[in-house]
Nanobody
Framework: QVQLVESGGGLVQPGGSLRLSCAAS????????MGWYRQAPGKQRELVAT???????NYADSVKGRFTISRDNVKNTAYLQMNSLKPEDTAVYYC?????????????????WGQGTLVTVSS
């Protein structure tokens, strides 16, 4: 069973920076996509950024140029470096991993979510 543990959220002033981490544990064969999503109060969960096993990244327009997603394939960890934070970035941030695990004589796909970490941008 694959589990994710997030860390790094907190309170930061506008213009500040935070770095989120998401570490996976379990018997994974591969992690194809690592992603970050967020959900602000009263709003739907939205994509923030994703990175594939090949290093291809994708960002929401609202965070381009401010946020950077990266991954460490040895540590099975994803990172989200958030700079120039704005009050509208306030949300619970969730990581999401998709990949494959060994199952019997073959493999099966998995998708798992982290528990969420609160980021509050306020003066």
């Amino acid at each position: 069973q694959v589990q994710l543990v997030e860390s790094g959220g907190g309170l930061v002033q506008p213009g500040g920076s935070l770095r989120l981490s998401c570490a996976a544990s379990g018997s994974m064969r591969s992690i194809h996509v690592m992603g970050w999503y967020r959900q602000a109060p009263g709003k739907q969960r939205e994509l923030v950024a994703t990175v594939t096993s090949g290093g291809r990244t994708n960002y929401a327009d609202s965070v381009k140029g401010r946020f950077t997603i990266s991954r460490d394939n040895v540590k099975n960890t994803a990172y989200l470096q958030m700079n120039s934070l704005k009050p509208e970035d306030t949300a619970v941030y969730y990581c999401n991993f998709q990949g494959t695990v060994v199952s019997g004589a073959g493999y099966r796909s998995f998708e798992v979510w982290g528990q969420g970490t609160l980021v509050t941008v306020s003066s």
